[in-house]
């Protein structure tokens, strides 16, 4: 295979390669001036055709301090994007510029897109609301401090977790060092189905969904919170346990989120958003609960709450920099970590009619000549995938074999059977007779 190694979702690293980051982040703070020949002569690209401040500076100024240099376009809008420039183009040509290139941008799947048109390792800095790993990095590696373990942490979620990429690879690492979630969203901005789908089949973990809609109602009248669905839309967030009611006593992390605003939809309202303060954390619940952000932040914490020894987001964003040296110099090949990364299922090519990835945010809808639509395989039997991008699962009707004109039904044998560089995915029979398919599907086994 060769090619550079990416950092695109918090998924490309094995649990052991995780924690080898925590622990060359921990050498590297005990002294930030001491590592100034790790990478000296190498370059980093930031690329953001999105804002930042700590993302973009902390990436710097970790580069910095590994003694290597920086480029930086960090406005897109004055760079050839503003002439029309494909992002794929861009990359190809930043990637000769740089030995490593940080990218952040507001489509889904676009730092999957880089990484296959790149020369050299590409950094997820941000790809909509998609993902965000280097921040959940910087986050886990905060309360692996501040907690000493990740395993059994009970975990409150709050506010913007539909459009909040931080949050999407927050709880997919969480969830797979096997910590407990407790989400508190704000009204119709709950996770997402497919995340949710992702955790409980891939991860085995069952997000909880606490009946407060503000956090305030967790600590008020009693010491405890008692989850209890409310909303019948909402059901198949619960486990059967928890369709009751559930109730946690104890609450080691509030991860709080600002609302994604420029990411809403016309129907999305911010309306009477979280709003945490001194007061609110006064129950016995909340005793040792740390609260973080990833930052900015607008209303979600007064600011009087910042001299409460809880709030660790200042101490959270500081760490984005020893945690981002050790990024770096690992995809530089400057520090080893041994261990068996992560083998993920490999992309194909996927043959259809239309473009079947419903997620209109895709980078494969909005760089439809660069990014052609790919896919990973998430279940044989019956077919299932993912877009190769953004991860949205596909919507597979009926499917075709390079070749043949036969169609056959996505839970038959046949389908099986097909190599999946092979299958024609459709989204339904009468797509696909429009592209001259046709037979009759085979029957459903499943
Ligand atoms: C986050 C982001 O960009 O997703 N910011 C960050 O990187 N620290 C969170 C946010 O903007 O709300």
């Given amino acids: 295979m060769g090619g550079p190694r990416h950092l695109v979702s918090i998924d490309d690293l094995s649990l052991t390669e995780i924690q080898g980051l925590f622990e060359h982040a921990s050498r590297f703070s005990e002294n930030l001036h001491s590592s100034a020949d790790s990478c000296r002569g190498l370059i980093s690209a930031s690329v953001f055709y999105e804002a930042s401040t700590r993302t973009r500076l902390s990436f710097e100024s970790a580069m910095l301090r590994l003694g290597g240099g920086v480029v930086t376009a960090a406005d897109m809008g004055l760079s050839s994007a503003a002439k029309g420039e494909s992002l794929a183009d861009t990359v190809r040509i930043i990637s000769a510029y740089a030995d490593i290139l ?21 950094i997820n800095a941000g790809d909509g609301s998609h993902e965000h790993p280097t921040q959940t990095l910087c986050d886990l590696y905060t309360l692996w401090i501040e907690k000493g373990r990740l395993e059994g942490l009970d975990v409150v979620l709050s506010g913007d977790l539909r459009y ?24 119709g901005l709950e996770l997402p189905d497919y995340v949710v789908k992702r955790l409980r089949e891939e991860y085995g973990a069952e997000p909880q969904a606490a009946d407060a809609s503000r956090l305030g109602d967790l600590a008020r009248a009693s010491d405890a919170m008692y989850i209890t669905p409310t909303k019948p839309h909402q059901l198949s967030l619960y486990t059967q346990a928890s369709r009751g009611a559930r109730r946690v006593d104890h609450v080691d992390a509030i991860y709080m989120t600002r609302p994604q605003t420029e990411r809403f939809a016309s129907e999305d309202s911010a309306n009477d958003y979280v ?18 952000h990833p930052l900015p932040r607008r209303d979600e914490i007064a600011p009087e709450f910042d001299q ?8 959270q964003a500081a760490r984005g920099v020893p945690i981002r040296m050790a990024i770096l110099a690992m995809l530089l090949g400057r520090i080893d970590i041994s261990s068996s990364s992560v083998t993920r299922e490999s992309l194909h090519p ?12 895709c980078v494969s809808h909005t760089e439809v000549r660069q990014a052609p639509p790919m896919f990973r395989v998430i279940s044989r039997f019956p077919l299932r995938g993912v877009c190769g991008y953004c991860s949205r699962e596909l919507i597979i009707g009926i499917v075709g074999c390079r070749g043949r004109v036969e169609l056959y039904s996505p839970t038959s044998t046949e389908a099986r059977r097909i190599e999946p560089d092979d299958l024609l995915l459709f989204r339904d029979e009468e797509e696909a007779l429009a592209l001259g398919l046709g037979g009759e599907p085979t029957p459903t086994d499943g």
């Fill in 102 to 122: 940080v990218l952040r941008h507001p489509s889904e799947g676009a730092a999957r897109l880089a990484a296959g048109y790149s020369e050299v390792p590409v």
């Fill in 164 to 187: 909040s990429r931080t949050i999407h690879s927050f709880v997919y690492a969480l969830a797979r060092f096997g910590a407990n979630l407790v989400c508190v969203p704000h009204a």
């Fill in 275 to 292: 709003h945490l303060d001194t007061m609110m954390m006064s129950g016995e619940a909340l005793a040792e609960a740390v609260v973080m």
């Fill in 308 to 315: 409460d020894p809880r709030s660790i987001y200042f101490k």
């Fill in 350 to 361: 996927a043959w259809w009619g239309t473009n079947p990835c419903p997620n209109l945010g």
